[in-house]
Structures are given as structure tokens and as C-alpha cells.
């Protein structure tokens, strides 16, 4: 179950990634926008007001995240749906389709984005951005307690690696036919409290193995896996703590043919 207040609690640091992207995208003006994994629908709302003659439409499979999305909705220009993005399907021809932090947890992301790019209207774009630290501390240590045998964990519940490198996305969009803008950004967020890292992971990362848990397992294995973060990113004497993040970014343009 996602926690859209728990997600929220780090709305700023969340947020500047999608910002990043979004000022990237030049498909202007745009008749129909999609923010695929809206969540609690606070960017979707922002894509609202960048096109403001746009149809704009939020799709999440989380009941919670769709609820509070709900909230920002203006019919008929901003709605929200709750669907798979696995087997939805856009009502028109977007213009723009962004997905931020969404496909890490899409096994089959490759394949949904090879058919998003066949419904993009000509001119249009899609844009995507990932985290791209699964070989950081915060996912390796989660992984080695998840795989340890302490805790009743289903095998494969934590992908080492459920998302590309930039180049790897770079390819992947020239095959699709679309020009590629793929890049990388390492932030390093100054998190302050006694568990910061482990407050962050809360609503993104560790959510799944919380879920698989019983309460009493579930409490245990935060124990021991926010000692295990507190180790690794210790505070300094001013009680801050800094959590380098790697995310990737791809935008694709879907240009008219015989252009250049």
C-alpha cells in the first residue's frame, strides 16, 4: 500500500527531478498530456499549468495515490484515473507522456514504452526519469537482509537492476524511432532528523518488503535495516545527513518524418 503523506514527506527533494525534466520537453503547444504514476497528482497538477490548453490526465494503480490526486482534479481539463500502465491505454493521441520514478517498478517497462512511442502524436514526446542507485547502500543493504533468510521474503521481491544505464536508454529510444536527450544528475540531499534515510526509503524502497511482512517481522526487519543505514550514512556534528542520489533522465521527440 502506497502512503501518499509518508511519500510527501520529501516533496521537495521528489519534485526537483521532475521539474528538471519537464523544463527539457519542447513539444508546445500540446492538446493532450499524461503523467504516468501521477501519485499523489501535485506534478500532474504543475503539467497543468505548463500547457494550460491541454487535456491533462494522471494514471496510478495505487487507490490511496488516486484519492489524493482526486483532490487537484478540474474537470475536464485535469482528471486522474486509477489503471495498470502495464495494459492502459491513452484516450486520444498525447502529445506529451511523462513518467517520473515509474519504471523501476514496471519489469515490462521496455516493452510499455515501445508502445507508448506508437501512440505519441507527431511532434510529441515522452519523458522519463529513474533512480539509477540500486548499487547504493540504501538498495544493497535492503537486498542482502531481504535475501538474508531472517524473514519469510518471496524470492525476486527486489530487482538488483529493474532499470537500464543512460546508454542503454539512449538506444533503446533511437530504435523507436525518437531523438533521445538522455542524461544523469547526482543530488546530494541534506536530510536532517535521527533515522533520515531510512524516513526516505519508508515511502519509496522499503515499502514492498514491508508489505510482504507481518507486523512483528516487519518491525524487525526496519530495525535492522535502519541500523544498517545509520552506519552507512552517518550523521555530522551539525546532525545532517547526506544521501547521494543518481537518477537518469531520457527525453524522446517524435519527429515528422523527413525532418531533421
Avoid at 503539467?47 to 490548453?53: F, G, I, N, Q, V
Avoid at 493521441?93 to 505519441?120: C, F, K, M, Y
Avoid at 533511437?174 to 543530488?187: F, I, N, P, Q, S
Wanted: with cysteine; glycine share 8%; proline share 8%.
Amino acid at each position: 500500500m502506497w502512503d501518499p503523506a509518508r511519500y510527501l514527506a520529501f516533496a521537495g527533494e521528489r519534485e526537483r527531478p521532475f521539474h528538471e525534466l519537464v523544463s527539457r520537453i519542447r513539444t508546445e503547444p500540446a492538446g493532450l498530456v499524461v503523467d504516468l504514476g501521477c501519485g499523489p497528482g501535485s506534478a500532474t497538477a504543475q503539467l497543468a499549468d505548463r500547457w494550460p490548453d491541454a487535456r491533462v490526465v494522471g494514471v496510478d494503480s495505487s487507490p490511496e495515490m488516486i484519492a489524493r490526486a482526486e483532490e487537484r482534479a478540474r474537470p475536464p481539463r485535469l482528471t486522474f484515473v486509477r489503471a495498470d500502465v502495464t495494459a492502459w491505454e491513452p484516450d486520444g493521441t498525447p502529445d506529451v507522456i511523462v513518467a517520473n520514478a515509474l519504471w523501476q517498478w514496471v519489469p515490462s517497462h521496455l516493452e510499455v514504452l515501445g508502445r507508448l512511442a506508437t501512440r505519441l502524436a507527431v511532434g510529441g514526446t515522452i519523458a522519463f526519469q529513474v533512480p539509477g542507485n540500486f548499487d547504493a547502500p540504501s538498495h544493497t543493504l535492503l537486498r542482502t537482509l531481504a535475501s538474508s533468510g531472517r524473514w519469510p521474503l518471496p524470492a525476486g521481491l527486489l530487482r538488483a537492476a529493474p532499470v537500464l544505464e543512460p546508454a542503454g536508454y539512449l538506444g533503446l529510444l533511437a530504435r523507436l524511432g525518437l531523438e533521445a536527450d538522455v542524461w544523469e544528475t547526482t543530488y546530494l540531499h541534506v536530510l536532517h532528523g535521527a533515522d533520515p534515510v531510512l524516513d526516505w526509503v519508508r515511502g519509496t524502497a522499503l515499502r514492498p518488503v514491508l508489505g510482504a511482512l507481518a507486523p512483528e517481522a516487519a518491525a524487525e526487519f526496519e530495525a535492522a535495516y535502519g541500523a544498517a543505514l545509520r552506519a552507512a550514512y552517518p550523521a555530522d556534528d551539525a546532525g545532517r545527513t547526506v544521501l547521494p542520489f543518481r537518477r537518469i533522465f531520457a527525453v524522446g521527440y517524435r519527429r515528422a518524418e523527413g525532418t531533421r
